[in-house]
């Protein structure tokens, strides 16, 4: 073992909390019960986790095969080959032991005596330790082997009465130290690596053609993907291992078992569990994941439950919380929201893990009462089996079980946080194949080639097919209409117990006492005085000075009026802000409030004194000024710090090779002026560095977009980063942060001549195309750096060009342009992004047809926020928006007003029970109730095609007249064409002709007649009716 070396820190800090765990044992875990503890670790090829093994790497940070450690009370025992004794002198010094360690002896293996001089002299420190009578071990731990068996019986022989120890030093070594936490979550990493890039990769090629491959085949496959640089990255291999063999599942065949084997059946395309969890230097992770193949309605439902479950244990597992606890909540989750599900709930529901898989003293279940503690790592696994699908055909369809598991880490005063950071969610997981049709309907297509018949049998077929669209789209629109307004009674329901805080105006207090108050002068002599030290103006108020603090002065104001000089002083008070927008509050609004105060003083400077009496009140009100300006400042300064999310420390890289991007610009400007700086990435966030050494740091986890706008078409190549919560810097709180530079000439000299064969305008374009490809590339290199970085936190989207649309939602017309989570103008500043999760409902204001433009507003979840307005929007993109908005899931409607939403929303917020109890928001569709139902039944019945019979028994007389004139119409025209075709017959006469016509004009003058006596009626009987008001 030359050329090993240990971590010595680690061991003294390791070895002196074990020895703190035996001091404190109370003897219930067997730790304090023990006068020595002895472990023996041997070879055996067949056992891959065992007690003593974990307990050496845990030390050591490697296994020690063939070598004996007796811990006594005052003196440390190993018994090992020579070169394991080499090793071990690292933590054997004088210097080491001085850490609380105690004394380490080293003995060497011989083999002349079989080891029996050694054994004695380890059963001599044994008996001196303590009492000498009990020893603590690890029970199921028995390795084979001549050396492991002269030691088993020297102990036996010495007749010690034995301890197991296993669950005390499982307690021991579950509380993780921030190297352990390091490297299980490279573990993780690569266990997502390997299922994404192995496993989810082959599934969707076999699915995709439809191949025949058995469960244990895909297992062997991921095993062999561990030794593939591609799948595992820059992650030695060395270092990587199995820490169980992958489990495939699927044809219902399910065991939620991790001691379970792949077996050979071939992989059926319905639900398919995975479970697969990598070691790296001997620290485990895991994960398993449910994948479907068309999964039905009710599968997807439990799947979701099984999500919301998974978060709601993960809520409860924090510091503190007894085990049995977790697996209760989880019961009882179960039983409030699915009961039918409780009994195909699975036994325990996760367990402690680390460099053994699987703590057996540590299991989520019903049972283990110790407490979880901030740094366990717990593998997190809940499923249902045994659960039927209705309209599955055989057993392969109709059961099946949902499994999925993470690799957690414990926290203090917040939910767990996931290590295996891997997308679950069912459009995730889920393969949905689509059905070609069977049959496809033949259009027959007329024997006429002349005539309206053809001409006619295309119109139809195409106003067929827009109706049908339109149709889609209005009943996609109703569907979410009816979501929204379920999502926004629950998310009401749920804030209701939330109490709305009122924010009071904070009080300012000049002076606790008298004594505090300074021994101006100017207040003996009943002049205004200023107290900068406490932010004080002192005023005479009927000879007595009163202080009053600067926070109390809403302003002042100074005047001359002939010999007097006039000083007014206004102050804060109820009512002061009517009109504002303005919700603070005062301590005691049933006080008396000053509200004015206003001081005279002359002009004139009386004979003998150095100044006329009303420089008092001109240096009163610069120093009042004055002390106003700075308080104000530090008020507003202290405005933008509240709320403001403390983020996490910054994990700077020390490597030369991480990500950067040189001479970028950042908006906002951290000065008045722009100044470049270097953007770098780090292991959880990027560093800003301007020239000038200014940094910001944003970090992986508080961006909630990351935006890379390419420079297509446009002038500037920018990183673009919404954040969640507000960072601070340049006094000012930021949400929107964007790094970018210039590609070409922002502004042209329009006095210069320019001629199109003019070599240097040639020359200058040639090098612009070449800047933009060479920025392109290096902001493109640099994303994909980060992203690989991250591990996959850190994902950047691009704006979708075709599918932008004009608008003004600040001062400027500017192109905006959705992503697949937003909607972003992000080249001019300010910026607009909206996240499209947080809208529920966009509307469309001023449109009509005689309007070029119309707006857009969009109607946030959360109906405390502002609206966002976009004004100015072409009408002949009304259609392009309305399908994007459709295709996202997102409400919409329109109107022909502008609205006052400012007191709509108001409204919503006072009582938003009465609001959806009166139909939410209908009131914004033209379209709603039964007023659409009646126009759609309108528009159908004015759609009437010849070949359809109409079978309703009432028609009235205009509808008669018009089939009657159709079917006419259509006989003549047939009778057009017979006699083009055979001319042996022939039409009507002009007698017969002018015989319907007079007919005809029969008919509409009698109409005419009818309709004039009931209109004479009608006139008569309004007239008699007011004539009996009058005369009453």
Known sequence: MAGISVDKDAFCRRMTSLYQAWKNGDGGNGLGKADALVTAVGVDEETVYAKSTALQTWLFGYELTDTVMVLCENNIYFLASKKKVEFLKQVASEKENQEGVPAITLFIRDKSDGNKANFAKLIEAIKDSKEGKTIGVFRKDNFPGDFMDGWRKALADSEFEKVDISSAVAKVMAVKEEKEIDLIKKACQTTCDVFNKQFKEELMEVVDADKKIRHNKMAENIEASLENKKIVGNVDSNFLDMCYPPIIQSGGIYNLKFSVVSDQNKLHFGTIICALGVRYKSYCSNVVRTMFVDPSDEQQSNYNFLLTLEEEILKTLVDGTKLSSVYATAVDYVKKNKPELLKNLTKNIGFVMGIEFRE?????????????????????????????????????????????????LVNENQPATVLTQMKKKIKHVGIFLK?????????????????????????????????STEDKRKSHQKELATQMNNEAKERLAQAKSDKTKVKAKKSNISYKNVAQMPKDPDIHALRIAIDKKYETVILPVFTIPTPYHISTIKNISQSVEGDYTYLRINFHHPGSSVGRLDTVTFPNPDAIFVKEVTYRSSNTKAPGESSAPAANLNTAFRLIKDVQKKFKTREAEMREKEGIVKQDTLMINPNRGNPKLKDLYIRPNITHKRIQGTLEAHTNGFRYTSVRGDKVDILYNNIQHAIFQPCDNEMVILLHFHLKNAILFANKRHVDIQFYTEVGEITTDLLKHHNIHDRDDIRSEQHERELRHKLKSAFKNFIEKVENLSKGEMEFESPFRDLGFFGVPHRSTVLLQPTSSCLLCVIEWPTFVITLEDVELVHFERVSFHIKNFDMVFIFKDYSRKVATVNSVPMNLLDQVKDWLNSCDIKYTEGVQSLNWTKIMRTIIDDPEGFFENGGWTFLDPESSGDEDDSDEEGEDSYMP?????????????????????????????????????????GKDWDELEKIAAHDDQQKREQDEEEQTLSRKRKQKSQGGSSKKRKR
């Open 360 to 408: 057996g003293s540590l299991v989520l279940n019903t049972k283990t009462d110790l407490k979880a503690s901030k740094g366990m790592v717990f593998n997190i696994n809940i499923g249902f089996s045994n659960l039927t699908r209705k309209e599955g055909k055989g057993d392969q369809e109709k059961k099946y079980a949902l499994f999925i598991g993470d690799t957690v």
């Open 435 to 467: 059905e070609d049709d069977d049959e496809e309907e033949e259009i027959e297509q007329p024997d006429q080639l002349l005539g309206r018949g053809m001409r006619k049998a295309v119109l139809e077929s195409k106003l067929r097919t827009d109706i």
């Open 946 to 986: 010849t070949d359809v019979e109409d079978n309703s028994e009432e028609t009235t007389d205009s509808e008669f007249d018009e089939e009657s004139a159709e079917s006419e119409f259509e006989e003549s025209d047939e009778s057009g064409e017979e006699e083009l075709s055979s001319g042996e017959e022939s």
